[in-house]
T-cell receptor
């Protein structure tokens, strides 16, 4: 158990819909990272927050957005969902931006 | 652009033998490399890391070797056990983000 929690574990929705994935980092960790893992693209970095502020952006679509709240939990919002958005979404946290990242168990999103 | 890749997508190894998983990277500016293990249905789990000012680092049953001349990273697992069956990813750290390779699936034969 990494100490990072993600909810929900599974999510099934339809094209065009919007969903919110939630992540609680390890106690004391200030950085939160979001990754997408699909069969054809592997693990792709989406976005990082540090203490509430956006720190880095990766291959994140404009239909996706994220935020980190004062209590340091983070949410990833996915809108206008397409079939190709079906994937595992992982959250990771670290104490500082330069430290080892601890991954949560992931949310499996299925878009029908 | 930068890329991180593994040489072989699958590796079958006899229980008790040593495993070697290879990874090539292209960004010579990367200064931090990590190996992750991902078991089925779980998130990636940190195994070992190495900074670019080192060429070898050892952990418990694992050793990471870094050859900056040829931009090559390897993970050696000693006395491979059934619990080592998983997908192994190398990753390089640059500008706050991790770039992952495609992964090598290791299967341990009893």
């Amino acid at each position: 158990d990494s100490g990072v929690t993600q909810t929900p574990k599974h999510l099934i929705t339809a094209t065009g819909q919007r969903v919110t994935l939630r992540c609680s980092p390890r106690s004391g960790d200030l950085s939160v990272y979001w990754y997408q893992q699909s069969l054809d693209q592997g693990l792709q970095f989406l976005i990082q927050y540090y203490n509430g502020e956006e720190r880095a952006k990766g291959n994140i679509l404009e239909r996706f957005s994220a935020q980190q709240f004062p209590d340091l939990h983070s949410e990833l919002n996915l809108s206008s969902l397409e079939l190709g958005d079906s994937a595992l979404y992982f959250c990771a946290s670290s104490a500082r931006t330069d430290n080892e990242q601890f991954f949560g168990p992931g949310t499996r999103l299925t878009v029908l | 652009g930068e890329s991180v890749g593994l040489h072989l997508p699958t590796l079958s190894v006899q229980e008790g033998d040593n495993s070697i998983i290879n990874c090539a990277y292209s960004n010579s500016a990367s200064d931090y490399f990590i190996w992750y293990k991902q078991e089925s249905g779980k998130g990636p789990q940190f195994i070992i890391d190495i900074r670019s000012n080192m060429d070898k680092r050892q952990g418990q049953r694992v050793t990471v070797l870094l050859n900056k001349t040829v931009k090559h990273l390897s993970l050696q697992i000693a006395a491979t056990q059934p619990g080592d069956s998983a997908v192994y990813f190398c990753a390089e750290k640059g500008d706050y983000k991790l770039s992952f390779g495609a992964g090598t699936t290791v299967t341990v034969r009893a």
